[in-house]
């Protein structure tokens, strides 16, 4: 049971807001069979993007990725289901779109790896420290979804 519950953290990023992708990657997730735990609208701030992205702070696009990401609005979200770390990287795609195979929403909906549409976790670790930098305990939440015992045996 623990396993069906994992979760990520997913955001649409400025160019998929603005290029009206927000629609069509939430369907992707919903079709695919994944339950939708907090969604958040927002714009958020600098800080915000320059903690999400820490990790990078070393790399010479750090500045620009920062700049992108809190330049416009985003869609942050938490999905939940079985292996969905794994599998929402999988339906992501690679990080530069050139590498991502079609299918995946990189590889049909972006070309530039400085415009790559979307977020996701790369780790369980990484999803839990995401979904609490991203948002309050409180932001989460709890039902069940009707579709469980068809999508789980
Ligand atoms: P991902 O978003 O696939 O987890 P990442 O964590 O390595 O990739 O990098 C975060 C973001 O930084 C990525 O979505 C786009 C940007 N980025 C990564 N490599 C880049 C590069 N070589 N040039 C410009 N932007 C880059
Ligand atoms: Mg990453």
Same mark, same amino acid.
């Not at 993007?49 to 979200?77: Q, R, T, W």
């Not at 991502?100 to 999803?127: F, M, Q, Y």
């Given at each position: 049971?623990?396993?069906?519950?994992?979760?990520?953290?997913?955001?649409?990023?400025?160019?998929? %807001?603005?290029? =009206? +992708?927000?629609?069509?990657? @939430?369907? $992707?997730?919903?079709?695919?069979?994944?339950?939708?735990?907090?969604? &958040?609208?927002?714009?958020?701030?600098?800080?915000?993007?320059?903690?999400?992205?820490?990790?990078?702070?070393?790399?010479?696009?750090?500045?620009?990725?920062?700049?992108?990401?809190?330049?416009?609005?985003?869609?942050?979200? %938490?999905?939940? =289901? +079985?292996?969905?770390?794994? @599998?929402? $990287?999988?339906?992501?795609?690679?990080?530069?779109?050139?590498?991502? &195979?079609?299918?995946?929403?990189?590889?049909?909906?972006?070309?530039?790896?400085?415009?790559?549409?979307?977020?996701?976790?790369?780790?369980?670790?990484?999803?839990?420290?995401?979904?609490?930098?991203?948002?309050?305990?409180?932001?989460?939440?709890?039902?069940?979804?009707?579709?469980?015992?068809?999508?789980?045996?």
């Amino acid at each position: 049971m623990a396993a069906k519950t994992e979760r990520t953290f997913i955001a649409i990023k400025p160019d998929g %807001v603005q290029r =009206g +992708l927000v629609g069509e990657i @939430i369907k $992707r997730f919903e079709q695919r069979g994944f339950r939708l735990v907090a969604a &958040k609208f927002m714009q958020p701030t600098e800080a915000l993007c320059k903690e999400h992205y820490i990790d990078l702070k070393d790399m010479p696009f750090y500045a620009g990725l920062v700049k992108y990401m809190s330049n416009g609005p985003v869609l942050a979200m %938490v999905w939940e =289901g +079985l292996s969905v770390v794994k @599998i929402g $990287r999988l339906m992501l795609g690679e990080t530069n779109p050139i590498d991502s &195979k079609p299918g995946t929403i990189r590889g049909d909906l972006c070309i530039e790896v400085g415009r790559n549409l979307i977020h996701g976790s790369d780790s369980v670790a990484s999803a839990t420290k995401e979904v609490a930098l991203w948002f309050k305990p409180e932001e989460l939440v709890s039902y069940t979804s009707c579709a469980q015992p068809w999508l789980y045996e």
